[in-house]
């Protein structure tokens, strides 16, 4: 059924589909909707029910279109409905759509990643969770130990051990950062400050031969965009080397979006260390679930069947999805990159110059085409007089934003027919799609709305 159809015209009370819609959701759903953020509850508001998306359009069920800014939180690359996608997509379906045994496409879609990341070994899954999830407990299984260390304002899925809060003091185990999580699961999670050296130094001083594992994104995008100083992922590399930890480098978010080879930046390559595990998943699932973890050789050994350490699931390396991603890979080349750049730096500087004109304190920070806005005074920054090119460098920085200036900014923006994600605290993700009535139209859109944000900073 189509959904434009599928929503009453409008409920008494009720001025919109979505509005209609949402308060169905809410009878039957928490909060209505499938994943947190989707509910508005950081910006107010009635969410967006989507009825199609094209391109870099996105047009709700009431027929108002908007400019994608959030593609997905990351997967869409190439933009909505990409037709080469969609031609695989449709091939894939009409050939069944799962099996539960092996296809060649599983294959293909490993060789592709192998080819481009440093990985040599790969298992496919369904999200990002699951993967981040699965290379925690290989990298337990594999050295035998228990601790593992990571970074406040860093989200690698809704993990148990990994919804940890910080302790009281830096080198104390870790409290749950949510209700349901049990103590017993975060007990043996270590939470330090992003970009933080001497932090990282003093846990594996005291902790270092129990720690199986340091995770961490390659460029965190979830606490908005918070790039790694120079080196600061090389230095965790060395430091897991010489404690005998693996490194496992979350690359969910940043993998392939970023660059063509999969991996945020070069440092890798540049100062010779790879990660011993990586994961990936939103761009490599061509907006399907599939995810999929993988790394040094010898630690993927120890996975089930060809170790002892346990990871299945159903619907892994899903033939739909695997075409969905195989398709959005190999469609991912240079000029892509170079297009995602080119959108990037025009709203970028469409949104500083906006900001700046209408006096509301900003600091927008990006890792390639990634990037975020911080409605913040980088005055009010602990560290602006160490890192000027990206003062927000830990989860404390990135918690000055005003989260009620960007609420208004949101609203105005949505109002001018762009969809910006609904949180302070998240990156804007662009596609290759979006073309220059797309870009103009953000670019039109941001100076009234810094202005409304002006209106209700309190910074
Ligand atoms: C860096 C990172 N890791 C893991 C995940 C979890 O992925 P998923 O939502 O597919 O479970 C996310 C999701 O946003 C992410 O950004």
């Given at each position: 059924m189509d959904p434009s159809t599928a929503a009453p015209a409008a409920a008494p009370g009720l001025a919109t589909r979505s509005e209609a819609l949402f308060e169905r959701a809410r009878a039957v759903t928490p909060g209505g909707v499938?994943?947190?953020?989707?509910?508005?509850?950081?910006?107010g508001g009635t969410p967006r029910f989507i009825a199609s998306a094209e391109g870099p359009w996105l047009t709700d069920v009431d027929g108002n279109t908007y400019v994608d800014l959030i593609c997905s939180w990351g997967p869409m690359l190439l933009g909505h409905a990409h037709p080469e996608v969609v031609t695989a997509v449709n091939a894939a379906v009409s050939r069944g759509?799962?099996?539960?045994t092996p296809t060649e496409n599983e294959v293909a879609l490993v060789e592709e990643i192998v080819a481009r990341t440093p990985v040599e070994r790969l298992r496919l899954v369904s999200s990002g969770t699951e993967a981040t999830m699965s290379a925690i407990r290989l990298a337990r299984g594999f050295t035998g130990r228990d601790v593992v260390v990571k970074f406040a304002?860093?989200?690698?899925?809704?993990v148990d051990s990994l919804l940890a809060a910080a302790g009281s003091g830096l080198t104390t185990f870790s409290i749950p950062g949510?209700?349901?999580?049990?103590e017993s699961s975060t007990a043996l999670t270590l939470v330090l400050p992003y970009n933080d050296r001497a932090a990282v130094t003093e846990v594996f001083r005291e902790y270092g031969d129990r720690i199986a594992c340091l995770v961490t994104?390659?460029?965190?995008?979830?606490?908005?965009v918070v790039p790694p100083e120079p080196g600061f992922n090389a230095f965790l590399a060395e430091t897991c080397r010489a404690h005998g930890a693996l490194f496992v480098s979350d690359e969910v978010m940043t993998g392939f979006r970023v660059s063509r080879s999969g991996q945020w930046g070069t440092d890798g390559a540049v100062e010779g260390w790879v990660p011993d595990l990586m994961t990936f998943g939103k761009v490599m699932g061509g907006g399907f679930p599939a995810a999929a973890f993988g790394g040094r050789a010898d630690v993927m050994a120890c996975l089930a069947p060809e170790g002892p350490v346990y990871q299945a699931g159903?619907?892994?390396?899903?033939p739909v999805a695997t075409a969905a991603g195989l398709a959005t890979l190999r469609l991912a080349t240079d000029d892509v990159y170079a297009r995602l750049d080119e959108v990037a730096d025009a709203i970028r500087q469409g949104a500083a110059d906006a900001f700046t004109a209408a006096g509301v304190p900003h600091v927008i920070q990006s890792t390639g085409s990634m990037f975020s806005v911080f409605l913040?005074?980088?005055?009010?920054?602990?560290?602006s007089h160490l890192s000027?090119?990206?003062?927000?460098?830990?989860f404390a920085d990135a918690s000055t934003t005003d989260a009620a200036a960007y609420g208004a900014f949101f609203h105005a923006m949505l109002d001018r027919g762009v969809h910006l994600?609904?949180?302070?605290y998240e990156a804007w993700f662009v596609s290759a799609a979006h073309d220059d009535r797309a870009v103009q139209t953000v670019l039109d859109a941001l100076p009234k709305a810094a202005t409304a944000a002006a209106a209700a900073g309190v910074n």
């Open positions: 499938n994943s947190p953020v989707r509910a508005f509850n950081a910006v759509t799962s099996y539960g304002g860093c989200y690698h899925g809704h949510t209700p349901g999580v049990p994104e390659a460029a965190p995008g979830n606490m908005g159903t619907l892994s390396g899903n913040t005074e980088p005055s009010r920054l602990a560290s000027p090119s990206a003062p927000v460098r830990d994600p609904p949180s302070a």
